[in-house]
């Protein structure tokens, strides 16, 4: 047989059994196989729970097995999307496009497979969007922040949007383009305002707006392009070639680029010297006031990230900095990977618990171990409150059953511990029928 040969026709003369022994043999050797067949089974029904799960995870493994996951969780997406499934897949989506935005802001490198993801992240995204519209604000708020204060990338086509922002969610995009192009000076802000306006007008189909961006540009041959393009395409034939025979004797010279601020050149010489939480707030300041914030936070945060690697004070830093800067996602992050201090860590869940159940669980499970190794009565009332989260939490995950196995198992460690059987007890959290009292307290 050689190497080419179409083996379909041979394994469909197989039994389901065999298949199954082969596929399993190859997953075992093929990580990315691996995790592809396990996010298939998680979602067959439409649930997407273990696709959360496995990202949860995808931060703490290497650069090849974080790229397998991703690369499973958006054939997933797809497959899912191709299929018509009526499960909202825009949430999973959505953390996906950002979970890769936020490696990829942490490693500086924007190109190879994962910035090629990252792309195909944001179109599954824009078709989830599209299938199962979210509420068009706060879409419009998301792409706002990506583009205003986002790494660089992804860089969204409003066009994609379109149809889930509907008429909400454009006016709210317009209405911060205007506000930014009123207020700010050259710099990034007003570039991305430009560009939105710009890709705004295209949607909308303002065409007289459109010629007018259009025309206020540097001349080029793709611009002049466009415009001709634009202004037959709205019937406007007379218009478009007069526009075509200007541009071949219109010439202007671009501006020349705006100087550095002093004032984020000051902070930015002072955070370098002690970079933490004081210097980073006050870069944030200068930066954001001279337009020049992404490019200034991402190196910024690249620096924190390092120092976060040396120990738990400086992972802690980097958390309360991305807490400040109003990114709670990327703070959690921060703590799984770096590995914060317990208390920040609990904090951080009990903000989270809502909505990420499951990434919560570990943390309320290691603060029960520790309430209970304190051997003191309030802190046996604490751990049986915190029994009682973890069993609602595992019910919102829908693993209920795992609580029962892990109660079972830490009853059974603790038995002898009376007061904190009672105090289970009393938090009404049905006990193992196995677990007996006894009769030694402790």
């Known amino acids: 047989m050689s190497p080419h040969s179409d083996l379909r026709p041979y394994l469909r003369t197989l039994g389901a059994e065999t298949l199954a022994d082969l596929l399993h043999a190859q997953a075992e050797r093929d990580p990315e196989l691996r995790h592809s067949l396990e996010l298939r089974a998680a979602t067959q029904s439409g649930d997407v729970s273990e696709a959360h799960r496995l990202l949860d995870t995808a931060v703490t493994d290497g650069n090849v097995e974080y790229t397998a996951k991703i690369g499973a969780v958006l054939d997933t997406l797809q497959r899912m999307l191709d299929a018509g499934s009526r499960a909202d897949l825009a949430p999973l989506a959505r953390r996906t496009v950002d979970d890769i935005s936020e490696v990829l802001e942490q490693s500086g490198d924007h190109a190879g497979d994962l910035g090629d993801r990252l792309d195909r992240a944001v179109e599954l995204y824009a078709r989830a969007c599209a299938a199962r519209p979210p509420d068009p604000e706060k879409l419009a708020d998301w792409i706002l922040e990506v583009e205003f204060d986002g ?11 379109a149809t889930a922002l509907g008429e909400p969610g454009l006016k709210r995009i317009k209405s911060t383009v205007d506000d930014v192009l009123a207020a700010s000076g050259p710099g990034h802000r007003r570039d991305v305002a430009e560009r939105l306006r710009e890709q705004l007008a295209e949607v909308l189909g303002d065409v007289d707006e459109l010629v007018a961006i259009l025309s206020a540009k540097p001349p080029r041959v793709d611009v002049s392009l466009k415009i001709v393009r634009v202004l037959r395409a709205a019937g406007r034939h007379s218009e478009a070639i007069a526009h075509a025979a200007r541009a071949l004797t219109h010439d202007k010279q671009p501006l020349p680029p705006e100087q550095p601020e ?6 930015r010489k002072d955070f370098d010297a002690k970079p933490g939480r004081e210097t980073y707030a006050a870069l944030r300041e200068a930066a954001q006031a001279a337009g020049k914030w992404t490019v200034q936070r ?10 976060a690697a040396e120990g738990v004070e400086q992972a802690d830093e980097l958390v309360r900095v991305l807490l400040d800067d109003g990114r709670p996602d990327e703070a959690w992050r921060a703590c799984v990977r770096f590995g914060a201090a317990p208390e920040l860590k609990l904090e951080l869940a009990e903000q ?8 919560t ?3 309320f499970r290691e603060h029960v171990e520790e309430l209970i190794e304190r051997k003191d009565p309030q802190a046996y009332q604490e751990a ?16 209920p059953d795992e609580f029962t196995a892990y109660l079972a198992a830490l009853v059974e460690t603790h038995r002898r511990k009376t007061r904190l059987i009672t105090e289970i007890r009393t938090a009404r959290i049905a006990m193992p029928k196995a677990v007996t009292s006894p009769r030694t307290p402790r």
């Open 352 to 359: 989270r618990a809502a909505e990420h159940p499951a990434e």
């Open 262 to 267: 002093d004032e984020t050149s000051r902070r």
């Open 151 to 161: 790494p660089g990338r992804p860089v969204i086509d409003l066009a994609e949007f």
């Open 298 to 307: 991402r190196d910024a945060l690249a620096c924190l990230r390092e120092r």
């Open 384 to 399: 049986a409150r915190r029994l009682k989260l973890l069993r609602t939490l595992h019910k919102r995950a829908e693993t």
């Open 361 to 363: 669980i570990p943390v």
